[in-house]
């Protein structure tokens, strides 16, 4: 199955064209190493749901590429913070299976 690295051609912080959210499909599935992500982009703005293994507590990434500032469970983030942010962002587009997954794009958008 294809991952989303290998359908897209390139995304970026500062990618204005897609709005929406990119989730699993079913809580049953996970990435290879068991963790689940959900990530939502909005003009620039980015917003990834982190859970490493299930039960235990997520992580919610708030990333605005406008201002450079990044927001961890609300309180700020630190250049440590980020660098994980675009690690754990590569390791979803590299390993999650297009057919795993749903877009859910807001109402304006969807025709």
């Not at 749901?49 to 983030?77: A, M, Q, T």
Request: hydrophobic share 35%; net charge negative; proline share 5%.
């Amino acid at each position: 199955m294809p991952s989303i690295n290998q359908t897209i051609s390139s995304v970026r912080k500062e990618d204005g064209n897609f709005i929406g959210t990119i989730a699993f499909r079913s809580e049953s599935i996970s990435l290879p190493d068991g963790s689940k992500m959900a990530l939502g982009i909005d003009d620039g703005r980015w917003v990834l749901i982190f859970e490493k293994n299930p039960g235990e507590n997520i992580v919610c990434y708030e990333y605005n590429s406008h201002d450079g500032k990044l927001l961890v469970d609300k309180g700020r983030g630190t250049r440590a913070d980020l660098s994980k942010m675009n690690e754990l962002v590569s390791y979803f587009f590299e390993n999650a299976d297009v057919d795993d997954l749903v877009t859910i794009l807001p109402p304006k958008l969807v025709k």
